[in-house]
């Protein structure tokens, strides 16, 4: 680096330095109650750019300074504390926020934008890492992250990754990054995290989830005011911990969609599908050992009109309930919100509503998350669908989950 590039850089350094001093000192006294609330919101939009830049900048600078041991003259012979200890955060994270600076060598396009405040670290790193695992997605992923959150973006990377990789070396990947690992927190609380293959993870949650609705539906007809979700599964947790080897309790069922002939010839041709429903493409060898030891469904593609399956009334037929639990055909990847895209904790809402004489058939029946099966009651609600004797909203959900449970509407 010359001198004149390395006076220019002095500058930049003091440009940025400056302008992070005025910034702080500017929030320093900001108080939200003198702004109105649409300012308010331009205001948060206009803070949540420039909260991804200075993340960016920090970063990249940190990467820089890493990259020449400076580090350690601030007395860190860990890099990752060092960044942990600036941003707060744990030491991990701050690993995988490095390996992202390095990756970014790569995607010249994804450092801009997250420069410019366009994405987050989060949905860098998940576009560093695909660009690496695969070339020539960055593009593509990048436009994504622009437009939706880092959940999404995660979900458009892992469909890639079951299309690109062959499920064999798909299932191997799976079985050797599994983990289990617990910490304590500041209440004492013991945390864990963890990560299972989906043949294995799927049931697992899925029995979890059914203790869970079980309890907060009990809780619900015994008049008391439901808890989170979230704590009820906890107990689930635990009393499936406790339970041992005890099989007793809901029924937790693994679906796999396999296409007959290969499921009879032993492995997939293109085209065919051998898949986890919510966990992803498995080995059609995976698939049969796993169907000598399970509660099986089977689904034909030909021959069974899904959409015949139709009565009034709120109850779901057995057939029709796994027509809807499978989702889209042929895909078959699971149930998801119509609306927000949340793939648990979800509810079957009829779209011409059963008061207005909808029927229960496969075609009038969506999945939605029960903050936007609420919203979608109320529209209804407003446009008359739900006649002059129905109660508001909020009475009339808890009244359906009290008598049908949290999956029917």
Known sequence: MGLRELGEGVLMSNSVRVAAYALREALHDFDPTTVSPADCATLAEDLARTEKACAAARLLAVSRAVERGAHRDRGFNDPASWLARQGGTTTSRARQELATAAGLDTCAQTKHALLAGEVSIGQAHEIVRAEIESPGQEDDLLAAARSSDLSKLREKVRTRRFERMAPDELHRAQLAARRFRHWRDGFGMVCFDGALPPHVGVPFVNRIDLTAQRARRAATRDGAVPERFEAYAADALASLADSGTDTRGPRSELVIVCDLSAYRRGHAHDG??????????????????????????????????????????????????????????????????????????????????????????????????????????????????????????????????????????
């Open 272 to 409: 065919e599908s051998c898949h986890i429903v919510d966990g992803g493409p498995v080995p059609v060898e995976v698939a049969r050992d796993l169907s000598e030891d399970a509660f099986v469904k089977a689904v034909l593609h030909d021959g069974v009109e899904i959409r015949r399956v139709k009565h009034f009334g709120r109850h779901l037929p057995a057939e029709l309930k796994t027509a809807l639990d499978l989702g889209p055909v042929p895909a078959f990847t699971g149930r998801q919100c119509v609306d927000c895209g949340r793939r648990y904790g979800l509810e079957y809402d009829h779209v011409d509503p059963v008061a207005h004489r909808g029927p229960t058939s496969y075609d009038n029946i969506e999945a939605r998350c029960y903050a936007d099966h609420l919203a979608k009651t109320e529209r209804d609600r407003k446009a008359g669908l739900l006649g002059p004797s129905c109660p508001p909203a909020p009475r009339r959900q808890r009244a359906a989950r009290t008598r049908a449970g949290p999956e029917t509407s």
